[in-house]
Structure formats: structure tokens, C-alpha cells
């Protein structure tokens, strides 16, 4: 069992930076994929970022060069640096985490980016 808890989110104009904060249950070394999703409304959940076996990431390339992901092992945290933020990116975003064969999501969180 594994509990993610977001943190970081709100509203903020379009241009700005925020950073997302993921703080995992477990230890994040023994996480075979880590990541962020969104939602907005209306619309599917997709993926934002992930780490894949602690060392592949990927990203969404509509937040390429915009967004980065990262993992601090001590904390058991993942973060989300996100730059240069436009209103398309406001959505919910969640925390994502594959461990033991088994998906977990955390209760998500709200940006909203106003124009």
C-alpha cells in the first residue's frame, strides 16, 4: 500500500512558476514508475511526467522545456518544477506511482493559471 500526498497548487497568472510536492509512504527507490498526471475539466486525465526505474523521464510535450520532474530519495518526495505556466496547463494534478504491480493515485491537487 502506498499513500501519495500532493501539495503546491494554486492560482497564480500566466507566466509564473509554481512547484508541486508528491511525498510518498514508501520509499521512492523502491518505485518502478513515479510521476504526474492532469486533468482539466472536461477532459481526460493525461500524463504530465514521470521517472521510469529511477532514471528514464518523460514528459508531455505540451510541458517540454517547461516543466521538470524530480525525485529526492531522502525525503521520499517527487516534484513537479513547472515554468512559464499558461492558462491551458490549469487542471488537477495528481501524483502517480507504479509499485509492486499496482497503480496508486493521490487525492490531487488544484492549479489554476489565469490569463
Known amino acids: 500500500q502506498v499513500q501519495l500526498v500532493e501539495s503546491g497548487g494554486g492560482l497564480l497568472q500566466a507566466g509564473g512558476s509554481l512547484r508541486l510536492s508528491c511525498a510518498a509512504s514508501?520509499?521512492?527507490?523502491?518505485?518502478?514508475?513515479v510521476g504526474w498526471y492532469r486533468q482539466a475539466p472536461g477532459k481526460q486525465r493525461e500524463l504530465v511526467a514521470r521517472?521510469?526505474?529511477?532514471?528514464?523521464?518523460d514528459y508531455a510535450d505540451s510541458v517540454k522545456d517547461r516543466f521538470t520532474i524530480s525525485r529526492d530519495n531522502a525525503k521520499n518526495t517527487v516534484d513537479l518544477q513547472m515554468n512559464s505556466l499558461k492558462p491551458e496547463d490549469t487542471a488537477v494534478y495528481y501524483c502517480?506511482?507504479?509499485?509492486?504491480?499496482?497503480?496508486?493515485w493521490g487525492q490531487g491537487t488544484q492549479v489554476t493559471i489565469s490569463s
Open positions: 521517472i521510469r526505474d529511477g532514471t528514464f523521464t
Open positions: 514508501v520509499s521512492t527507490t523502491s518505485i518502478n514508475v
Open positions: 502517480y506511482a507504479y509499485y509492486r504491480s499496482r497503480a496508486y
